[in-house]
């Protein structure tokens, strides 16, 4: 799974005002992200795939292959707290253009850690491509812990987590103890360097939508063990990294690549968007950092 090395951008879904989904946004933010991501991963949280319906997920993961500028590899998002309703979801997508599944610990339900093992057993073994463990308690109320990943990395069909916990010891105990090829990634822009550090090959991001190309520095340089000049582009992020996740994601993200002229700033119910006070905070974090971000 060496493709899947580097940066996989979590891939916005851009809407019109109205509230459809704004194709041709879509075709702008797949060329401006090819400039630096290794993938793309299509319908994961950051795509507000809670809100789309499955024929829009089907259109959507059909548009992206059909305007993949170089080609990358896709991973899609499809996951849940119904183990049944995941497998069946399986059964009906459309898998030829997809390299692997990015399937997130059920959420809402909080299963036991052998709960969680036997959703994800039944997931692999429907699943017709690789799967990604996603592991983001801060959403699931539940941690997929180092002892559970590892023991589901043995699984042939499970071939990595994107760890969102913040958790960097839970980290280092799977980077440790994982079988070889088995991928750590980090799910959290700022962890990356450190997850590179012990023995990560990549990270989902959700500003690589944004800095493509920063990302893309930095996985080169730390590829290289060159940390120093990695640290100096994680550094270029972490003033706007906050902003991102204050009134929930992709809401900080969304307006952000507004005020790039990517796609527009327009989210699905629940969500709202940004705030007045917010949009003044990422246009000034923008405008004052935006020579050192790409």
Do not use: W
């Not at 997508?93 to 057993?121: C, M, W």
């Not at 959403?139 to 987590?161: D, E, M, P, Q």
């Not at 994982?178 to 959290?188: T, V, Y």
């Amino acid at each position: 799974m060496k493709t899947l090395y580097g940066t996989g951008v979590a891939l916005v879904t851009p809407f019109d005002e109205q509230g459809d989904i704004d194709f041709a946004s879509l075709k702008r933010l797949l060329v401006h992200t090819s400039r630096g991501v290794d993938y793309y991963v299509v319908q994961g949280t950051t795509g507000e795939s809670a809100t789309l319906s499955k024929e829009e997920k089907r259109k959507v993961l059909a548009f992206v292959a059909q305007n993949n500028p170089r080609k990358l590899p896709i991973v899609y998002g499809l996951g849940g707290n119904n183990t049944a309703a995941v497998l069946e979801e399986i059964q009906d997508t459309d898998f030829r253009h997809v390299s692997a599944i990015l399937s997130v610990s059920p959420y809402y339900n909080k299963p036991s850690q052998e709960g969680i093992i036997h959703h994800f057993n039944f997931v692999a073994d429907a699943s017709p491509v690789p799967v990604i463990l996603y592991n983001v308690p801060g959403r699931t109320s539940s941690n997929l812990n180092a002892s559970t990943t590892l023991r589901l990395a043995r699984h042939k069909n499970i071939v990595g987590v994107k760890e969102a916990s913040g958790n960097l010891e839970q980290c280092m105990k799977i980077a440790k103890e994982k079988p070889a090829g088995f991928m750590l990634l980090s799910g959290d822009d700022l962890m990356t360097l450190a997850l590179y550090a012990i023995g990560g090959v990549g990270v989902i991001s959700v500003l690589a939508n944004a800095f493509p190309v920063t990302f893309k520095k930095m996985k080169e340089y730390a590829f290289a063990g060159d940390y120093s000049k990695a640290q100096k582009e994680l550094f270029k992020l972490v003033d706007i990294n906050g902003p991102m996740y204050e009134e929930g994601n992709p809401v900080g993200v969304k307006q952000l690549l507004f005020e790039m002229g990517v796609c527009g700033p327009n989210v699905r119910l629940p969500l709202v968007q940004a705030s007045d006070g917010l949009v003044r905070k990422i246009r000034i974090l923008y405008e004052s950092n935006k020579k050192g971000l790409q």
